[in-house]
């Protein structure tokens, strides 16, 4: 009788330590390797992010309030261009993109502003190949946040040592703020 309960009792234990139900592992997705994400939310910019320039632009605001955090990107009469993001091509990856997605958050203090979303090529401070995505027609409204979002493709041949810059430029010359943005390279 004291074998069979040993053996009755390792059997026990045996099973309750046993799995047997079936695991459920939640797999990571791997990160598409043909992208390349950029944020900036504007709350870092006095930590001079080395891709980044013209951080004089991105102040502290309460009127309006940032669309997220504490600070945004202003620009105006004596602001013209934006917080601007400038790097060689070699620097953001080893391959040549084929496009870049540029989306943000714009507040505007005008109706339909003469302001744009540009993404400028450049050699050797020479500029090679410059786009414009205009959002006056996005920004009909005065006086809240309105999101943006454009594809840029590249229809002349890159090469590794050219020099992309994004930036917002204010043509209407009243207070617009930007924030949130987000640059996204496809290659």
């Known amino acids: ?3 069979i309960c040993v053996f009755a009792l390792a059997g026990v234990l045996f099973y309750s330590c046993s799995n047997s139900t079936p695991k459920t592992e ?16 504007m709350e870092s910019a006095a930590s001079m992010i080395p891709s980044w320039t013209n951080e004089k632009t991105v102040i502290q605001t309460k009127n ?11 620009t105006n009469d004596t602001a ?7 790097e060689l091509i070699k620097n953001i ?18 109706a339909k502003p ?23 027609d996005s920004l009909v409204e005065k006086g809240k946040w ?7 493709y590249f229809d002349k041949p890159l090469n590794p040592e050219q020099a ?20 996204v390279f496809e290659y």
């Open 164 to 183: 992309i810059k994004i930036y917002a430029w204010n043509q209407a010359k009243k207070p617009i703020y930007i924030d949130d943005l987000k640059i």
């Open 93 to 110: 990856n080893t391959g040549l993109p084929k496009q870049v997605a540029v989306s943000g958050w714009v507040y505007t203090t005008v």
């Open 1 to 3: 009788m004291k074998k």
């Open 146 to 152: 309105v999101e943006f979002s454009n594809i840029f």
């Open 64 to 74: 309006p309030a940032a669309h997220s955090g504490d600070y945004a990107c202003i």
């Open 26 to 41: 939640k797999v990571a997705e791997k990160p598409n390797q043909n992208l390349i994400e950029i944020t900036n939310d």
């Open 114 to 136: 003469n302001f744009a979303i540009i993404l400028d090529v450049s050699e050797k401070d020479k500029s090679y190949d410059w786009k414009a995505f205009p959002l006056s």
């Open 80 to 86: 013209e261009y934006s917080y601007t993001y400038s």
